[in-house]
């Protein structure tokens, strides 16, 4: 997923970000490598999590895998339709997001930002789950350290996002070939054995627990739907595209629909054919490779490739979450912290809240991809719905020719995600889908609470009026020294061409050093008045502030000048500047004078 | 251990902390409740420690037990006798690292610093899991999870002093009181008795792994002098107690001398009586309790005052170690950053360099106060013998009145604590006395490497000359603003009073804004010059950054003045202001100009 807000040129130091242009002109192969990892990864857990629902009936019931896989299929070629013509209507990209608000208003586009933020966060965990789980059958060793492994890797995503990544298009095209190849490789290799080349992980038994009906076909239904996330990346990336833009994303939609749809029904075929039933300690993935290829280096390499992939399918959201958190800030629904991410060199508060977020996930659901799924494709499910939705009151409201088939079509998917989110929720309510059904109108509350504060704050700064001109006054800048040296020879510089009046004050917590410091300044004699402050319990920075509090109450402009000697470098600044930095930030919190920096660089 | 620099009233909102005055005038017993609980508390360790190495001679070896504690006890007296000395010279207190400053030199010193570092640390790391260890002889469901006690007990503590305590004798008088007739209850009421009331703890076979020879003996002596540390903290604070200082506190290091000697001897004369050995899951001070008391509400009682001691007594660390790093900040060995423990609120660095410290040693010896005794008592030794060596100093330079006689005792007390320590040093050595030997040098090389640094930055400086005199020169203020609101009109209004000329400087992204800015400047039309820059990039900060730089080049004095609203709430600060603190902070690592931070108080 990405909102691919891609319609300025990167500043040229700034690493470009998935979805941020840069190199920001793909043909129909390089937008189907930089957009469509995320969705065509699903094929790796997707399959399995219909398996799964469905084994409840008795490993037989795994016959309406390819059915249920049909009809998951047929949904997608309604979204792939469906968002051609998002892609259409909105060449600028954007997602749900911002469709809704454009078209659907305010409560519609928080909630779509609400569930947006959800599917970042639970992308990163899923994908790493699974991509965890795809190592551990090529390792059966790592099994029992699944959560381990995909806290690491979630470790070195976040580094890498912290320092900034330059990913392109031409990186993540090899690794999509290869996951491509690799899978319709087992498909294709498998299809034409009669029997498994040799299987992998250990035999679990599956007592029918439940009877094959309609709810279950519906549970099993809604799990599948997992494999349908990411289809609307490219949609919201249309600007990331060469000209004519349009065409290229629709082509590149088109393609990656029939791609995934020909992995789901292969895969499912092959399910079949090798009564392929899922077994501990592998995927269902692992097993039909080793189904088509045997246990040799191809099961390996094949296992490699697809946690790649769902590593850099979990990168995507590092590049996706700080865009849609910054589109946010901008809107004044997040902190404007989140819409620093331009600035360099700034920490990514968006890639550290993504990290600990989906860190707590996986600790919570032990990295079992399984109890993921039911939470994650709700909120993708939302997000399809709102895009399609507010595709229809486009066109009910643009009306050009030919509005009503295509008000029809996006008006079809709309009904149909809708439906398919409303069974996913139902039926997966007390597994867990009920924490969404919280978080989302929490996070929606969360940011209706910040926009009044910046509102507030506009209405208090008279954003909309004219402010009184400013006037001059006499202004006194007072210098806290502590000797006459170098530090204090520049302070007095600056402060007395800042100043109509400078006043040195300095503190001591001893009798002695301050007749030195008084011997000193008469020595030097500079001109400004030198004010001792006595401090017996040797706190320098409380007297600073009471003296300051003191000066300023009369009209006068009054600015404090900290002085600071900086060493070069970076090691040595552990031992300088403490107290400066100290003062300043008591004195800004505390009193309402200017308070100025003087840095004097030493060379060490 | 407490410093005890206690010569100055402390600011009446600063928490007062041990050792530093505020109720700085203690009685005999008031200075035993508030200065000795670390010393009287290692009888819950010290036996132990001795029967620990003992019973590597089979359990028969344990009868070695009441002669070594007899010559420790000998030690005692002489340590006692020398330190009444070290109070009479050294009145203000100080502890080894002044006494070594004073009298024996730079290199000196720096190593009774290093010791005295490493005991600070030690002394909670061993404190903590023998109350843990105590706790657990009650509570025998925690004998497995010990380190965890221990790390909740630092938390605990860490909190308590971070946040300022502000303990007082008076509060410590009841568990002093407590724990000292607690173990002498125990004592009696146990030698009275034939035989132990109950036993508790499961059984250990000690098979003679080797002979009770000379090496064992003396292992077994060095092992017991872990029961002396604490005894120099009498002699460290004179300075709290009431006068006649000199003589009450060298009648409570008498009395501490007394205490700790008997108890000392008691439970060593109770463990030959008892035919105690060391079992599993107890403590051997919890044996003797329940041997004396039987396990009715006493023994639980006892046990948790023991552990209530212990953790007053690694808590002494926290008081005194931040004031040790303290005066090495202000003697240039440690970064000037922990000076600043006076000035509130601020982080106590101190207080968290010990948490951390004493938590990984915690961690590395699994809670375990048998792997912590040898490393702790070495760094103790080697303050006991530098004090004694300083004290035969000064007494070799004034030469008073019956010099030579005080010379001896210390004399004799400093080969005594010399040979002591040497004979731990060389028995555990490679049982982890080794990591002493390693870490004292680097410590005393950082120290030396510190001192360098501010010694050249002195020089920079030319603290020792007289700079030249101030001049003033024209002063240009750079007022980067975004909007014509009331921000704009406090900044404009502080900037024209300090500055001779203005100029704001404004950065947009897109140009409806920009122009939007124009319009408003254009009606507003304030005096100062508008400087609109592009940023296709949407990054603002950067832009003003470079803006400055061009501007600052010729010999004008430029400041930038920054203004922030800043919200009343500290819950809305996350909301507010980061920006601005991003652009002070790069202005003033980037460029040479006069950083100014205006803050508007918003009411919100």
């Known amino acids: 997923m990405t909102l691919g807000l891609a319609l300025k040129k990167p500043h040229p130091k700034v690493p470009r970000r998935h979805g941020e242009g840069g190199k920001s002109h793909l043909t129909v192969i390089q937008g189907l490598a930089a957009l469509s990892l995320d969705a065509l990864s699903s094929v790796a857990y997707g399959p399995e999590a219909i398996a799964v629902v469905l084994v409840a009936a008795g490993s037989g019931a795994l016959t309406a895998m390819l059915p249920i896989t049909l009809a998951i299929a047929g949904l997608l070629a309604v979204l792939v339709v469906s968002y051609r013509q998002v892609i259409a209507v909105h060449p600028d990209g954007g997602g749900a997001y911002a469709v809704a ?64 990544i330059a990913d392109s298009a031409r990186v993540l095209m090899l690794p999509t070939v290869l996951f491509i190849v690799s899978v319709i490789g087992v498909i294709v290799v498998g299809l034409f054995r009669a029997h498994p080349a040799a299987t992998v992980g250990t035999s679990q038994s599956f007592p029918a627990a439940e009877a094959l009906g309609a709810l279950l076909v519906l549970k099993a239904f809604s799990a599948g739907c997992s494999a349908l996330t990411g289809v609307e990346a490219i949609a919201n990336a249309v600007p990331m595209f060469r000209q004519p833009r349009v065409k290229r994303a629709q082509h590149t939609e088109l393609m990656l629909g029939l791609l995934l749809g020909a992995m789901l029904i292969g895969l499912s075929l092959l399910i079949r054919r090798h009564h392929v039933v899922p077994r501990g300690g592998v995927t269902l993935l692992a097993q039909l490779t080793a189904g088509a290829f045997g246990t040799g280096w191809a099961y390996y390499a094949i296992s490699l490739i697809v946690t790649l992939v769902l590593g850099i399918a979990a990168n995507t959201s590092f590049g996706g979450l ?283």
């Open 322 to 604: 700080p865009v849609l958190m910054s589109v946010l800030a901008k809107d004044d629904r997040l902190p404007h912290l989140f819409a620093l991410r331009s600035e360099r060199p700034v920490h990514r508060w968006g890639v550290v809240a993504l990290a600990v977020l989906a860190g707590v996930i996986l600790v919570v659901v032990s990295a079992d991809t399984q109890r993921l799924i039911p939470l994650f494709a709700i909120g993708v499910f939302v997000g399809f719905t709102i895009s399609q939705i507010g595709l229809v009151r486009h066109w009910s409201k643009q009306r050009p020719d030919g509005w009503l088939p295509r008000a029809l079509i996006n008006g079809v998917g709309a009904v149909l995600t809708a439906v398919a989110g409303i069974v996913l929720l139902a039926t997966k309510f007390l597994a867990g889908a009920w924490i969404v059904v919280l978080i989302v109108p929490l996070l929606m509350l969360l940011f209706s609470r910040i926009e009044r504060y910046y509102t507030r704050v506009r209405d208090q700064l008279g954003w909309d009026g004219t402010p009184p001109r400013p006037t001059r006054t006499h202004s006194l800048v007072i210098v806290p020294l502590g000797r006459v040296d170098m530090v204090a020879a520049a302070a007095l510089n600056a402060a007395s061409s800042l100043g109509d009046e400078v006043v040195v004050v300095a503190v001591f917590g001893d009798r002695t050093k301050a007749d030195a410091m008084r011997a000193d300044w008469a020595r030097w004699n500079p001109g400004p008045r030198l004010d001792i402050i006595d401090s017996p319990q040797h706190s320098l920075v409380q007297p600073v502030i009471g003296y300051v509090e003191q000066v300023a109450r009369n009209g006068r402009q009054v600015a404090v000048l900290i002085p600071q000697a900086e060493p070069l470098h970076v090691r040595y600044r552990i031992l300088q500047n403490q107290r400066g930095i100290l003062m300043a930030g008591l004195l800004s919190s505390r009193t309402d004078v200017v308070v100025c920096l003087l840095k004097l660089q030493l060379d060490l």
């Open 101 to 164: 608000k454009k078209d659907l208003g305010r409560p519609v586009s928080l909630m779509a930002a609400a569930s947006l933020i959800i599917d970042y966060v639970l992308t990163v965990a899923v994908s790493l789950a699974a991509g965890a789980a795809s190592l551990a059958s090529a390792f059966p060793v790592l099994s029992d350290h699944l959560l381990a492994v995909c806290l690491i890797a979630l470790f070195v995503l976040t580094v890498v996002n912290l320092r900034g």
